[in-house]
């Protein structure tokens, strides 16, 4: 278990990420996180979950509409 203690920077308040998590979550400084609430509580994650929902969308209609995208690609 790794402890993150929550501290001043500049006026406002922010937590500083062990380099083990950051390399963890294979982020750099200047990189977005997103906070999502989850029934454990509030997981921080890279990956933007609209975008992935977008995607998973644009997959299931390239899947049920091959045939017609590759006509139109002609």
Same mark, same amino acid.
């Not at 380099?19 to 454990?40: F, W």
């Not at 921080?44 to 690609?73: C, G, H, W």
């Given at each position: *278990? ?20 950051? %390399? ?6 200047? &990189? ?21 929902? %977008? *995607? ?7 899947? &049920? &509409?091959? &045939? ?7």
């Amino acid at each position: *278990m790794t402890t993150i203690k929550v501290t001043t920077v500049g006026n406002s308040t922010g937590v500083v990420l062990p380099k083990e998590i950051l %390399q963890h979550l294979r982020i750099s400084k200047g &990189d977005v996180l997103y906070a999502i609430e989850t029934p454990n509580g509030i997981e921080l994650t890279p990956y933007n979950p609209e975008f992935s929902a %977008q *995607m998973d969308a644009a997959e299931k209609i390239m899947r &049920d &509409d091959r &045939d017609v995208l590759k006509k139109l690609a002609e």
